[in-house]
């Protein structure tokens, strides 16, 4: 069974270019969760969607960062404009239901450097 | 002051040795205690959870939940330089929330 994918896996970009990243859940996985890891770090939870609907946003830096998740299935998040500080690693993860406990799978995560 | 504090590390040891990871916690609320190992340039992938308190071995890992202390622990038994590498605890209560909160992980080096 295939694991959660990502891509692309690294991206270097210069501050005030935009820059997207795909992910694609685990086939069956109804709930997606995008995370971002600083250096030294553990992941942070930005947004979590529920099938197409974005149930928890609250720590997604509106101004700048947005996410769909067309389908219910894959899912991208943009940043437009990056910033210096947006050099992170973005985890993306799902699990079957967002219920009490679901084990949450992560994929490889998309390593961002802003210049 | 954090929810979860965890030694970043790094931490060396010689193969075979008993390795002991803690982590402390501050939301008595929090019932769910996971352990996740993040090798370099990977995702995170779970190892352990355990539910309230008490113990879960797992072959070599074994998991320990003090919520008395607030202080988690996982120890690994005769440790490989395969295991080499940073161990993330992660928690979370049982409100409705689907939220974790992660340490910061500890770096692991095991050394042949």
């Known amino acids: 069974e295939a694991g959660v994918v990502q891509s692309p896996r690294y991206k270097i970009i210069e501050k005030k270019q935009p820059v997207a990243f795909w992910c694609n859940p685990i086939s069956g996985h109804n709930t997606l969760y995008w995370y971002r890891q600083n250096l030294g770090q553990g992941p942070e939870l930005l947004i979590r969607y529920e099938n197409e609907e974005a149930v928890d946003d609250s720590q997604l830096p509106k101004d700048r960062f947005s996410a769909e998740r067309l389908k219910g299935v894959d899912s991208t998040l943009k940043i437009q404009p990056a910033e210096l500080g947006d050099s992170a690693v973005y985890l993306c993860?799902?699990?079957?239901?967002?219920?009490?406990?679901?084990?949450?799978?992560f994929g490889p995560g998309t390593r961002l450097t802003v210049l | 002051q954090k929810e979860v504090e965890q030694d970043p590390g790094p931490l060396s040891v010689p193969e075979g040795a008993i390795v002991s990871l803690n982590c402390t916690y501050s939301n008595s609320a929090f019932q769910y205690f996971m352990w996740y190992r993040q090798y370099s340039r990977k995702g995170p992938e779970l190892l352990m959870y355990?539910?309230?308190?008490g113990n879960k071995e797992d072959g070599r890992f074994t998991a320990q939940v003090d919520k008395s202390s607030k202080y988690i622990s996982l120890f690994i038994r005769d440790s490989q330089p395969s295991d080499s590498a940073t161990y993330l605890c992660?928690?979370?209560?049982?409100?409705?929330?689907?939220?974790?909160?992660f340490g910061t992980g500890t770096r692991l080096k095991v050394l042949a």
């Open positions: 992660a928690m979370k209560d049982t409100s409705g929330t689907y939220k974790y909160i």
């Open positions: 355990t539910y309230s308190s």
């Open positions: 993860a799902s699990s079957m239901t967002s219920g009490d406990y679901n084990e949450q799978f």
